[in-house]
């Protein structure tokens, strides 16, 4: 897809990260989560860009304590299944055992949209609850303010829009 620039759409990488608990050794849930995106050089991974930081609520709603979250881009040759096993690796370095789903976790790192791509399967692209969540949609608009969802084709504008408006996002 070409926007009116001419500049390709959909050929960029966005990663969700985030945290509500400390990884051994950090400050807080963001310090852990800075230095996991900092760490992803060690798998030829390359940081584009990463969104401003937002505090929010845990979905769905729980006592847990809130969340640190950001968008992260990335540019990598790798495909999408090594990708996503490279970052369940790095998940479980920093401390992460997969219990329960929606449960507290000291990091959290999904693929949201790997160059447009639409899967069904074991790994599901773009991300299946993307368009559901406050906590991704807000820092992704903030990276790629034109960005439209690959299967909709919707924009983020007004997938924020159609948000839950009991889902609370604020930049930390």
């Known amino acids: 897809m070409i926007n009116k620039d001419k500049t390709i759409l959909h050929s960029r990488i966005f990663l969700g990260i985030g945290a509500n608990l400390t990884p ?4 807080g849930p963001r310090e852990g989560c ?6 992803l050089a060690e798998d030829a991974i390359e940081v584009v860009a990463v969104s401003p930081w937002y505090k929010t609520a845990p ?5 847990q304590p809130w969340f640190q979250n950001a968008v992260v ?14 970052l369940h690796d790095r998940e479980a370095r920093f401390g992460r055992v997969r219990m329960m789903r929606n449960e507290a976790r000291v990091l959290d ?3 949201l949209d790997f160059k447009g791509e639409v899967r069904h399967g ?7 609850r993307l368009h559901e969540r406050a906590f991704v949609l807000i820092p992704l608009a903030d990276l790629a303010p034109d960005w439209r969802h690959p299967r909709t084709g919707e924009l983020i504008d007004q997938l924020i829009r ?11």
């Open 122 to 128: 074991n790994l599901v692209l773009p991300h299946p």
């Open 162 to 172: 159609d948000l839950d408006p009991q889902q609370v996002a604020v930049r930390a």
């Open 59 to 63: 979905v769905p709603a729980s006592d």
């Open 109 to 111: 790192i999904d693929i």
């Open 24 to 27: 051994d050794g950090f400050a």
């Open 73 to 86: 881009e990335i540019a990598t040759d790798m495909a999408p299944e090594t990708l996503i096993s490279v």
């Open 34 to 39: 800075l230095a996991a995106i900092e760490s």
